[in-house]
Every structure is written in C-alpha cells, then in structure tokens.
C-alpha cells in the first residue's frame, strides 16, 4: 500500500481529500498545525493528526493541501526529509508556475485540479446536483501535469487524483503552462470577471425597475439555452435580433485587445499577484 503523507489534512481542501480517501487502498497520515482543522478531524472524520516527521518516515507521496501563499514555505520546511523518488503532489499550478518548488531534479513534482461539476450534466439525484464545487456526489472532469519526474509517475499521480476529484469521469493531461492558461485565465480572469460583470447587470436592471427575482430567472434561463447553442451541447441558431445585439454590444463591452490576458507575462503576473 502506497503511504500518503497530507499536509492540510484539516483544512478546507484537506478535509475533502481526507473525507474521500476513507477506504481507498492508500495509508493516509494525516498532519494539520491548527487546532481547529486538528479537531476537525478528530470530531468529523474520527481522524488524529500526526506531526510532520511521523507522517513524512517512508512516505512514497506528500500531498501539499495547503494555501498558494504557503505551498514555497511548507515545500522548503519539508524538503531536506524527503527521499529521493519521492512525488510531491499540489492541487494547483500557480506555485509550481511560480517556481516556489524546491529545485530536487530527484524528486516527482505532480500537480492536479478539478473542473468542477459541467453545467450541462447528466445528474438526476438532487444532492449531486446540489454538489457545486465537486468531490462530494457530484461527477466531475479533472487536468493533471507531471511536472517533472519519470514518465511512469503520471499514472501513479493520476490514480490518486481520481480518488482526489472523485467521483471523476474525464482525465486530461495537460503541461503546467496549459493550466496556468486553465486557471487563473480562462477560469478565473475571463470567467468569473464576465459573471461578476453580468451579476452588475442584473442589479442594474433592477435598479431601473425590473424585479429581482424576474431579472434573475430571465438571465440565468437565457444563459442556459444560449450556452447551450454557444457550447454545442444542442443544435440551433439564435434570432437575427440576437446576433445583431452580439455585434454590437460585445465592442461595448470587451476591449479589442482582451485576449492579451493569455499573453505568457500577463499569466505570470495574474500567478505572482495570488502567491
């Protein structure tokens, strides 16, 4: 049996990786420095934290279910008791981007990280559609990279991020620049900035007299037909009316020069500003 150690095991990603390896085939020791996540654990999951030095004796994998912010210093505290062979597991590309690794060309740098449950899905029970973020119920997609390390460590990593992102459907393989373009680009710089931007718009409309809960049901219905036709997931063709407001408002809206966000020293300054 693979010995894991999990740092943050009590904390807000940590105790979701601690929930879903329950059962699994991987010895899982469990380290968390709060008392609260400590406790946690303990009252959650009937789980005790165990020092860093205890969990890191002979273990194969140490995953870093910490913070962006603290992944350079935890990394650096526990390198010189790492064996060499050793993968180290992030649950995000922006330290690894960063350069916050420690330089061991000896150990196995992975890093893996969920898509999230699609919004076009098959589910029919009601607590997998509830399930939002994802590694609950709900079925989700995930991207992994080997950052560096022996080719045959990708299907090492892989496994245990299924058990990670579970339940999982797709797998895709991707390098750590691409992820970076996943997330914070496209996720996050473009995404969740255009939803905050059409969230306004519905406190704009309401503001000018529509009803709330009219502007709401109005905009999220036409986000889920228009994204469905946008996305491909059904055939059709929107209204000459609706393209000629596309024509118009998208320059409104979007700087001619938006895509520069994807841009390799504007990705590396969204990453420096989050770590």
């Not at 339940?167 to 996720?187: F, Y």
């Not at 519905?202 to 529509?210: I, S």
């Not at 320059?251 to 770590?275: G, H, N, Y």
């Amino acid at each position: 049996m693979t010995t894991i150690a999990l740092f943050g095991a009590g904390g807000k990603m940590g105790y979701r990786l601690s929930t879903n390896f329950r059962g699994s085939h991987y010895t899982i020791r469990h380290v968390e420095v709060s008392d609260v996540g400590r406790e946690r654990l303990k009252t959650g999951l009937g789980i005790n934290a165990v020092s860093a030095d205890e969990a890191l004796d002979g273990a194969e994998v140490v995953i870093l279910a910490v913070p962006d912010t603290h992944i350079g210093k935890v990394a650096a505290s526990i390198e010189g008791k790492l064996a060499a062979g050793t993968m180290v597991v992030v649950l995000d590309a922006a330290a690894p981007f960063a350069g916050h690794l420690p330089k061991r060309p000896d150990l196995t740098y992975f890093v893996t990280h969920p898509c999230h449950p699609p919004i076009f899905n098959d589910e029919t029970d009601m607590a997998a559609k509830k399930d939002y973020f994802g590694g609950v119920k709900a079925k989700q997609h995930m991207v992994s990279a080997l950052i560096q390390g022996p080719e045959e460590d990708f299907a090492k990593g892989e496994a245990i991020a299924k058990i990670i992102w579970a339940p999982v459907m797709r797998s895709h393989r991707v390098t750590v620049d691409q992820m970076a373009l996943l997330e914070p680009g496209l996720s996050e710089t473009v995404c969740a900035s255009l939803l905050v931007v059409m969230k306004e718009a519905v406190d704009e409309v309401v503001a000018r007299g529509v009803d709330q809960q009219a502007a709401l049901d109005f905009l999220l219905g036409h986000m889920n037909v228009l994204g469905a036709v946008i996305f491909g997931e059904t055939k059709g063709v929107f209204s000459d009316a609706c393209n000629k407001a596309i024509e118009f408002g998208k320059p409104v809206l979007m700087r001619d020069d938006w895509k520069r966000v994807f841009e390799p020293e504007e990705i590396a300054a969204s990453i420096q500003r989050i770590t």
